[in-house]
């Protein structure tokens, strides 16, 4: 199954131990049962997550259960507990969640006519993700104009799309037509040891081509290398863009996406008043991100793209430099310009 998610910065959430939060789904497949496509948008403020995601075997059903279980999860492994408002325009949630879960939990996930509840590892989850926040359910009516709820119904399609057209295609964040292009980076870290000769690889791809960057450190740690190799690959792009990072790291996800606004607030010390570590490479990261649309995605399992494992293999070889002037390089292969 592949999947994707999108985040800006968030502010300090140190002080909001409960966010409120606003969650659009949409979820469906062509034929039924057959390949699908779900989507999520959450919002924060004026910050914002996107999610889709696609199964080539899958119902209408899983994939309208899908959509709100991961938003969900995210949110929980990022703020943790939040007031949640979510918008759905699916009759089969609408019923589960108001009629039929709870006389489920009480049976042993059982129907009243003693059957295994269908989708239940889907159902467990969910009802899971739902105690873990405050959430208040918002049924809307599908295609009626509600901007959101259209925007989810087109990334769920969107997703099925890509399913269909295969390994390596555009997906749901194509680019419109005159707006920035999309670049996808992924990054890895390689070090020996907690301190000691490390090297970062870096993966970018858009529609057209496919670069490589790797650099390295005599003396560092696998924290400073994820945050360079991010920086690296950022530095290389020529005119603002629309960036989705993948790292199967949470400290640069995490770090980039949430932590830093509250390190910063902090004058760039920790909840415990420690300094932050790695400041100097986490500036460098901001300034970098600056000019661009920075979407940052942790990418673990299914969810994470090929070109992570690359990403991986380089950083591998710069942590093995041949000469000491490779240790402080960064290197970039692969044919044509970069965005």
Do not use: F
């Amino acid at each position: 199954m592949k999947s994707t998610s999108a985040a800006t910065s968030l502010d300090n959430l140190d002080n909001s131990p409960s966010p409120q939060v606003d969650i659009y789904t949409d979820g469906g497949c062509d034929p039924n049962p057959g390949p699908g496509g779900w989507a999520a948008i959450i919002r924060l403020g004026d910050r914002e997550w996107v999610l889709s995601g696609s199964d080539p075997n899958t119902t209408n059903n899983r994939m309208e259960l899908h959509a709100p279980a991961a938003a969900l999860a995210l949110l929980e492994g990022l703020l943790g507990r939040c007031r949640v408002t979510l918008h759905t325009d699916s009759q089969y949630l609408r019923q589960g969640i108001a009629e039929w879960v709870a006389g489920w939990v009480r049976n042993g996930w059982l129907t009243s006519d003693k059957q295994p509840v269908k989708n239940q590892d889907l159902w467990q989850t969910l009802h899971r993700l739902t105690q873990a926040h405050e959430v208040t359910w918002q049924w809307l009516k599908g295609h009626a104009g509600h901007p959101l709820n259209e925007r989810a119904d087109r990334l769920a399609t969107e997703a099925l799309r890509s399913l269909r057209r295969g390994p390596g295609a555009p997906d749901a964040h194509h680019a419109a037509a005159g707006g920035p292009p999309d670049v996808e980076i992924c990054v890895k870290a390689s070090c020996r040891g907690a301190q000691g000769v490390g090297g970062w690889g870096a993966v970018l791809h858009t529609e057209e081509r496919t670069k490589t960057l790797s650099g390295g450190d005599p003396k560092t740690t696998a924290n400073a290398m994820l945050i360079r190799g991010a920086t690296e690959a950022l530095r290389v792009l020529k005119k603002p863009c629309r960036v989705t990072l993948y790292s199967d790291a949470d400290y640069l996800i995490k770090g980039a996406s949430l932590w830093v606004q509250g390190w910063q607030a902090r004058g760039w010390q920790t909840k415990d008043g420690k300094p932050v570590a790695n400041r100097v490479e986490w500036t460098a990261l901001l300034e970098a991100a600056r000019p661009h649309q920075v979407t940052w995605l942790l990418a673990q399992g299914d969810a994470a793209p090929a070109d992570l494992a690359l990403a991986g293999k380089l950083a591998v070889q710069a942590a093995q430099p041949e000469t000491p002037d490779d240790q402080s390089s960064a290197r970039l292969d692969g044919a044509g310009d970069t965005p």
